[in-house]
């Protein structure tokens, strides 16, 4: 168990501009969350996958941002065109949830700072 | 739509003392509770968690929270803090049930323990 990582650490880049980051849970986690969190703020839910499939995702924050799992293990999160008041820390967990077992146990990774300048 | 509160927005203790955080949550359905804590420089951890049962929980490092269900409460305390319990500590509340599944966190409160 490595824990969830989260590639880049830190992402600097200009207003206007695409960002992509990754995401690798747990391994046979099948959940997989993005939250986005501000200074002084907790962690805001923005979607989350079940395997490849994305179910809940009402909560992305403008549909400048998108997710992918593809294959039910990595996932990413891109913002497009870039704004300043995208500049926050973006966490990404994992969980596994089973028919037998409900519960919801997230993990979290160390988090992607972005700064848009 | 839920919600999470933490009442404690910053809390400063000496070594010794007794912590109680304030989470209370607005939900209409049955749910799970979660304390998380952020040491500095390090992310998230789980502290302790509430699924169903006895609603007096133990974490690690010494915590407890109590699920009160009537006042909608999960409050974390510890009787006697150390100066390593400095952090960020966050309730979390995730349905069980029905509805939208959308974990949510209150702000956070700043613990500083002095030693």
């Known amino acids: 168990d490595t824990g969830v990582s989260q590639d880049p650490r830190h992402k600097i880049t200009k207003r206007g501009q695409n960002v992509t980051f990754r995401c690798d849970p747990i391994s046979e986690h099948n959940r997989l969350y993005w939250y986005r969190q501000t200074l002084g703020q907790g962690p805001e839910f923005l979607t989350y996958?079940?395997?490849?499939?994305?179910?809940?995702k009402s909560r992305l924050l403008s549909d400048r941002f998108s997710a992918e799992r593809p294959k039910g293990s990595f996932s990413t999160l891109e913002i497009q065109r870039t704004e300043q008041g995208d500049s926050a820390m973006y966490l990404c967990?994992?969980?596994?949830?089973?028919?037998?077992?409900?519960?919801?146990?997230?993990?979290f990774g160390p988090g992607t700072r972005l700064t848009v300048l | 739509a839920q919600s999470v509160s933490q009442h404690n927005h910053h809390v400063i203790l000496s070594e010794a003392a007794s912590l109680e955080l304030g989470c209370n949550y607005s939900?209409?359905?049955?749910?799970?509770l979660f304390w998380y804590v952020q040491y500095p420089g390090q992310h998230l951890q789980l502290l302790l968690k509430?699924?169903?049962?006895?609603?007096l929980v133990k974490g690690i490092k010494g915590f407890e929270a109590e699920f009160i269900k009537s006042k909608f409460s999960f409050n974390l305390r510890k009787p006697s803090v150390q100066w390593s319990d400095t952090a960020e500590y966050f309730c979390a509340v995730n349905p069980a049930s029905g509805g939208s599944y959308i974990p949510t966190f209150g702000r956070g409160t700043s613990l500083i323990v002095h030693p």
């Open positions: 967990a994992s969980s596994r949830v089973s028919v037998l077992s409900a519960t919801d146990t997230q993990y």
């Open positions: 996958f079940q395997n490849e499939a994305q179910l809940e």
């Open positions: 939900y209409g359905g049955t749910v799970n």
């Open positions: 509430y699924f169903s049962g006895d609603p």
